[in-house]
């Protein structure tokens, strides 16, 4: 059945994209409204171009990419194309271009058998409500009291937990107290860039948690290496480190000797020659405080013996 030119257009688009764009954002668009997608499109435009489509389409255009170019990775996000999903290409910064995806987002009211992406809390507060829908709250479970003609909430209730669908009563009492505790948007689900498909957790990784891990990683291998023998970058220098400690240990424990032993040698026979400079100091400072100190006592107590040989006279 031949293609109507629809569709040999959008083959022809998917396919110039894959070509020109080296990152691909696959996302999932469920409950996003055109409205909230054009504005999407309207902030990545000049970084990157979103593409949405039937599943179907989209992996006929693959696998046929594919059979004139086998083993291009763009093969591994097939497995991913799945549910209501679209692509977003971009040329551009990774971390800057996922911010962009995910900042725009739109709240959204609580509806009847969606599944919630969050908990669900009510604070406590006097609701609008007047007295007569009172058992309306108790099939809620939720504890209430009458103030200046009003229900009034007691206390902060756990209204929905994240991943239950909202019922009837649930979705009634939110709507009534004008609360929209969910927010929509992409959410990306699989990243393919340069030949390379990954989580997009792997983009919340900073410099500083690469070289933490590298480091932990590096720990690891030297102690690896260091236990079973085996000498790498990674763990000569604790090696030589042991070695030197053994010839040390040697030459204290025998009368063989080398110039680097011979420190050790002499803080083991005089450590009191080894005296902190510091604490010397502080015990030198405080010995001539306490002969300054004497002696203005000294002085003091002559000068008032002088007087008082003063005042018998008279």
Request: glycine share 8%; proline share 5%; aromatic share 8%.
């Amino acid at each position: 059945m031949p293609l109507s030119e629809k569709k040999r257009q959008y083959n022809a688009r998917l396919l110039s994209l894959i070509q020109e764009y080296r990152t691909i954002f696959m996302v999932a668009a469920d409950n996003v409204g055109s409205k909230q997608m054009q504005q999407i499109r309207m902030a990545l435009r000049g970084q990157g171009e979103v593409l949405m489509g039937k599943n179907t389409t989209i992996r006929k255009v693959l696998k046929d990419f594919l059979q004139e170019n086998a083993g291009h990775p763009i093969e591994n996000l097939i497995p991913f194309i799945q549910g209501n999903v679209g692509f977003v290409f971009s040329n551009g910064d990774l971390a800057s271009t996922k911010e962009i995806i995910l900042s725009n987002r739109v709240p959204a009211p609580a509806r009847v058998g969606s599944v919630a992406p969050c908990d669900v809390y009510v604070e406590p507060g006097p609701t609008g409500c007047d007295p007569g829908q009172t058992s309306w709250f108790q099939a809620l479970n939720i504890p209430t009291k009458i103030n200046r003609g009003q229900i009034e909430m007691i206390s902060r209730v756990h209204l929905v937990a994240e991943g239950e669908k909202v019922g009837n009563s649930e979705a009634a009492l939110l709507q009534k107290l004008d609360i929209k505790p969910f927010e929509y948007g992409l959410e990306i689900t699989q990243v393919y860039d340069d030949g390379e498909c990954f989580d997009p957790a792997v983009l919340d990784l900073t410099e500083d948690d690469i070289m933490s891990r590298l480091m932990s990683a590096a720990g690891f291998m030297s102690a690896l290496c260091l236990e079973i023998g085996y000498p790498t970058k990674a763990s000569l220098v604790h090696t030589l480190n042991n070695a030197y400690k053994a010839c040390i240990a040697i030459a204290l424990e025998s009368d063989y000797t080398f110039d680097r032993a011979t420190a050790f040698a002499d803080f083991i026979a005089n450590p009191g020659n080894f005296a902190p400079v510091a604490a010397a100091g502080d015990a030198a400072g405080e010995a001539a405080a306490a002969v300054e100190e004497e002696s203005e006592e000294e002085s003091a107590g002559g000068a008032g013996g002088l007087f008082d040989d003063d005042d018998d006279d008279w």
